[in-house]
């Protein structure tokens, strides 16, 4: 999760930027400024190289089987798929929101084996013989869970596009924590952005379905 | 905590009452569908190819090896690929449109060549899935001839400077000409005649991407020669409109679906090259393509909020009283002239004299443009920042200072409604403005320091004409067909309240259709925070239309229905209508380690009649966090050696946390404007405008030292009490 008590001025310095391994999805390292900074002759070499990878080498995969939301789902997938790709694409549960893809905004946000992770930062290969739960899986019967009916009442939404992953990591907190203050609300769910910046509605839909008994 | 405080007016049966939004039982529970949530058989995947060149030419670029890789169905550059994207870049940075598209003297294409910026797109491919589509974009070998790049507008503007257009580097304007952006009130050299002092002071701002959640994203589909958008939009009918003209379609001939979306904040108005690059992938292909852009892409390739520098000069004599406002500006456009670069703030002082200059620089930064209140929040921080400092120097109290020196209805200017000053005593009282208000600013002792800061705002209400339909048939069911787009501010409900309440029948008897423009008639666009009093007036006329044609004709019966109309040309008379707020806040600043924490936020806004409480209070606080944002942690830095960007990302940008915010205490002072819907006045871009100016002021006062700086990073407060 987002760790807010890392001096964030520090990821400002070019040279740490580097390093830091969130600075930069390995994606576009690879096809952005990764390749962008050689740029020129050298682009040809690593394209060749590509090309030659893609015709020798055809892409990797593997079975794997899971629990989601309940039903359990063997599928084949491209190891270098990530957790979200898989839920979309593959098993079409598009609820769970692909914001950043690196692990910075929490829309992806779902939970593996009962821990809130961001999916778009597990590989599909490593969700084998887990049981995972996003927002399509709160719902029991048609009827709300709590914190749901709470996001309604108290318009956690606006946008809506964030609200997904803040519903897993609300969910996630109240499992283990019925009844939070504030301050636990905001430390568990701190990995979350809204950039429509409605969190004191989403703070109080929390407190509000804590009030009615949790998640359950 | 929660609830908004209200003032003035008692709800109706609908309007006026907190309500749950009607689709959030969808936003809830996963089943709102989003661009990317959607997938049409044999839908393909497009990326886009940027420049790692702040300033390059493209002397050859090579798709050989990309369209050779299996899978790849199309690859489109700026050889073979040459559409316009008007609204890239418009003269004076305009609303696009037939004329301003002739007479655009820089043009701006999906691809361009020179590149502009680090993230000027260069190339697409579509490929049959996103992982193909990414590798086929290594495979494009493009040969840059590096060019000079500039970054900072003063520097752009110096002689000698690299140039980035053959005119220069200052922008035209919406007739071509090369000249800043003057606007004079008076004769400020007589102003300054009669000023007993005169405080100058430069201030600064910098880029504030407009960040939304979801990444732009675009699927394009034809059938013949009729093209489907899916696309996040926060203009369904424009973008329609500009899209058709850019690819010389008729409009009929474009279908534009938004179902949801995720935020735009002013990054989704009309038509985004997103749009075109993928109905040109699409064509190309012969089959649907979504189109996605990665984060950084959307960080460096859509825009954000333009960063200026501002030189003001403003007189007073010893009373307190202005004399003479002059503002000298630069505002950092990127290379294409995408929207205006206004700065505004000096419209909130009666001073008679007053001058604005404003040049808008094309850089080789990324792109500027419109987010939340385009022209407000960087201006209200410098002049607001600069009064608040003239007031300490003259020993008065900002507020007091503020009250003798707004602006107010005179014999010319009639408001529809007018309430800053109650605005400001309210929230004076509310906050306790006399005892949180350090007199002498920086007098707390020990190194952390509280104080407390205060701004105002007037915001005019957008202009434009939508229309609306809306339907019953014989079951007493109503059909309310609106051109709008939820971007979060929750359009549709408010347009329904509207309805059921023109109606008299309660809410869940309404279904509204949007967000499709081949179903909704033609609506402005939510842009300007004017849905709710342009689209919500047209409700109102509609229901009218359907009422008279249910008194001539009866209800309908067995299947029968009415349908009323309408596309009115709202007027206010000559009346200005304005918006009004004031926020005070109380901050402590550790001076040891230059952090700054919010204590107490107070608001108060009047924007009429308020619709939907629930959703208004959330405009004003999700504005003012942002805005907060603005006044302490966002900017995209810059590598001066190199034009690299340094901080594009949420990361690094610093975008405020479940763990920053304070809450946001709203009050509403509510009247009934005698114009809007049911009174309704404007509301959703308001809130931002004066978070900036209220954090710094107080800054200052806890501290003693003016910041002229945005964002307020620690580094600057450490610098300022060394």
Same mark, same amino acid.
């Given at each position: 999760m987002r760790d807010k008590e890392k001096p964030s001025d520090c990821y400002r310095d070019p040279v740490v930027k580097y390093l830091?391994?969130? #600075?930069?999805?390995r994606r576009d390292f690879l096809q952005g400024s990764g390749t962008a900074v050689v740029a020129g002759a050298a682009v040809s070499a690593v394209g060749l190289r590509g090309a030659r990878a893609q015709e020798a080498n055809p892409v990797a995969r593997s079975t794997v089987t899971l629990s989601v939301n309940g039903t359990s789902h063997t599928v084949e997938v491209?190891?270098?798929?990530t957790l979200a790709e898989l839920l979309r694409?593959?098993?079409?549960?598009?609820?769970?929101?692909?914001?950043?893809?690196?692990?910075?905004?929490?829309?992806c946000t779902v939970l593996m084996n009962g821990q809130p992770v961001y999916s778009c930062s597990?590989? #599909?290969?490593?969700?084998?013989g887990a049981e995972v739960q996003t927002v399509?899986?709160? #719902?029991q019967n048609g009827r709300l869970s709590p914190l749901q009916q709470a996001f309604v009442d108290n318009n956690g939404?606006?946008?809506?596009?964030c609200t997904p992953g803040q519903l897993m990591s609300g969910t996630a907190l109240l499992n283990s924590n019925p009844n939070p203050t504030v301050d636990e609300i905001k430390a568990a769910m701190v990995g979350n952005l809204c950039r429509c910046s409605n969190y004191n509605a989403i703070v109080e839909a929390v407190v509000a379905a804590s009030e009615q008994g949790g998640v359950a | 905590m929660s609830q908004a405080t209200r003032r003035g007016l008692d709800p109706l049966s609908i309007v006026g009452n907190d309500t749950a939004r009607i689709d959030a039982v969808e936003r809830v529970t996963?089943?709102?569908?989003?661009?990317? +949530?959607w997938k049409l058989p044999g839908m393909l995947y497009g990326k886009v190819l940027r420049s790692p060149h702040p300033h390059a030419r493209i002397v050859r670029i090579d798709t050989s090896a990309a369209e050779a890789l299996? *899978?790849?169905q199309a690859v489109i550059t700026y050889e073979n690929a040459r559409v316009?994207?008007?609204?890239?870049?418009v003269n004076g940075g305009r609303q696009y449109n037939d004329a301003t598209k002739e007479a655009t003297l820089h043009r701006r294409y &999906?691809?361009? %060549?020179?590149?502009?910026?680090?993230?000027?797109?260069v190339a697409a491919v579509a490929a049959t899935d996103r992982h193909i589509a990414e590798q086929a974009l290594s495979l494009i070998r493009v040969d840059y001839e590096e060019l000079p790049f500039v970054l900072e507008p003063e520097e752009a503007l110096a002689d000698g400077a690299p140039q980035i257009w053959p005119e220069g580097n200052l922008a035209p304007d919406f007739r071509g000409n090369i000249e800043p952006m003057v606007s004079r009130r008076g004769d400020v050299e007589s102003g300054f005649a009669d000023a007993d002092q005169v405080f100058e002071q430069r201030y600064d701002t910098g880029f504030i991407h407009n960040a939304q959640m979801e990444p732009r994203c675009s699927l394009a589909s034809w059938e013949g020669d009729k093209l489907t958008l899916y696309t996040p939009s926060q203009g369904i009918s424009n973008c329609r409109h500009d899209t058709a003209r850019d690819l010389g379609l008729? +409009?009929?001939q474009v279908r534009v679906i938004t179902q949801?979306?995720? /935020?735009?904040?002013? %990054?989704?108005?009309? %038509?985004?090259?997103a749009d075109l690059v993928a109905a040109t992938l699409s064509r190309r292909a012969g089959a649907p393509v979504m189109l996605e852009f990665s984060r950084r892409e959307d960080w460096l390739g859509v825009h954000g909020r333009w960063p200026t520098v501002q030189n003001y000069r403003v007189g007073v004599k010893?009373? *307190?009283?202005?004399t003479a406002v002059e503002m000298r500006a630069y505002s950092?456009?990127?290379?294409?002239?995408?929207?205006?670069?206004g700065i505004s *703030?000096?419209?909130?002082?009666?001073?008679?004299n007053t001058m604005r200059v404003i040049s808008p620089v094309y850089t080789n930064r990324t792109t500027s443009g419109n987010f939340r209140?385009?022209?407000?929040p960087h201006g209200y921080f410098g002049i607001q920042s600069h009064m608040d400092e003239i007031a300490y120097q003259l020993d008065m109290d900002p507020v007091e200072f503020t009250l003798k020196n707004m602006r107010r209805p005179t014999e010319d200017e009639e408001f529809t409604s007018y309430s800053l000053d109650q605005c400001i005593e309210t929230g004076a009282e509310q906050f306790n403005w006399s005892a949180r208000?350090?007199?002498?600013?920086?007098?707390?002792?020990?190194?952390i320091k509280r104080g407390a800061g205060f701004s105002f705002m007037m915001f005019r209400a957008g202009l434009g004409t939508s229309s609306a339909i809306v339907r019953v048939d014989a079951s007493q069911r109503y059909t309310l067909y609106v051109g709008?787009?939820?971007?979060?501010?929750?359009a549709k409900t408010t347009m329904g309240m509207i309805a059921a309440e023109a109606l008299a029948?309660?809410?869940?008897q309404v279904e509204v259709v949007w967000g499709d423009t081949d179903r909704c008639p033609y609506s402005v666009g939510e842009? *300007?925070?004017?849905t709710t009093i342009m689209t919500g007036y047209a409700v109102v006329q509609a229901v009218a239309d359907l009422k008279q044609k249910i008194a001539d004709n009866g209800m309908p019966t067995g299947t029968d229905v009415l349908v009323g109309s309408a596309t009115p040309a709202p007027d206010t008379d000559g009346k200005t209508r304005q918006c009004f707020g004031a926020h005070f806040v109380e901050v402590e600043v550790d001076t040891r380690i230059g952090t700054t924490r919010i204590l107490k936020y107070t608001t108060v806004h009047e924007s009429?009649?308020? &619709?939907n409480p629930t959703t208004a209070r959330d405009q004003i606080r999700g504005a003012t966090i942002q805005g907060i944002g603005q006044a302490l942690h966002e900017n995209l830095l810059y590598?001066?050696? %190199? /034009?690299?960007?340094l901080t594009p990302g949420y990361y690094r940008a610093r975008h405020l946390t479940h763990l920053d915010v304070p809450d946001i205490e709203v009050t509403f002072i509510e009247v +009934?404007?005698?114009?809007?819907?049911?009174?309704a006045k404007t509301a959703g871009?308001?809130?931002?405008?004066?978070a900036p100016a209220a954090v710094a002021n107080a800054i200052a006062n806890a501290t003693g030292r003016r910041m002229t700086?945005?964002? &307020?990073t620690r580094d600057k407060i450490l610098g300022a009490m060394a």
């Open positions: 830091d391994p969130r #600075a930069q999805s491209e190891d270098r798929w694409d593959q098993l079409n549960l598009t609820g769970t929101k692909i914001g950043c893809n690196r692990s910075e905004c929490g829309a597990q590989l #599909a290969v490593w969700a084998d399509e899986g709160l #719902a939404p606006q946008c809506g596009f | 996963g089943q709102a569908r989003y661009t990317r +949530d299996p *899978g790849v316009v994207w008007g609204a890239g870049s &999906i691809f361009n %060549n020179p590149v502009r910026f680090v993230g000027d797109s008729e +409009d009929h949801y979306m995720g /935020g735009g904040f002013g %990054n989704k108005n009309q %038509n985004q090259d010893e009373d *307190g009283t202005v950092g456009m990127g290379p294409y002239r995408k929207n205006s670069g *703030g000096l419209e909130c002082y009666a001073c008679p209140a385009p022209s407000n208000r350090r007199v002498t600013p920086g007098s707390d002792e020990g190194p709008v787009t939820d971007i979060g501010p929750g029948v309660p809410l869940s842009s *300007g925070s004017r009429g009649r308020i &619709i590598d001066q050696r %190199n /034009g690299q960007p +009934d404007d005698g114009y809007g819907p049911f009174g871009e308001s809130g931002i405008i004066l700086s945005l964002p &307020i």
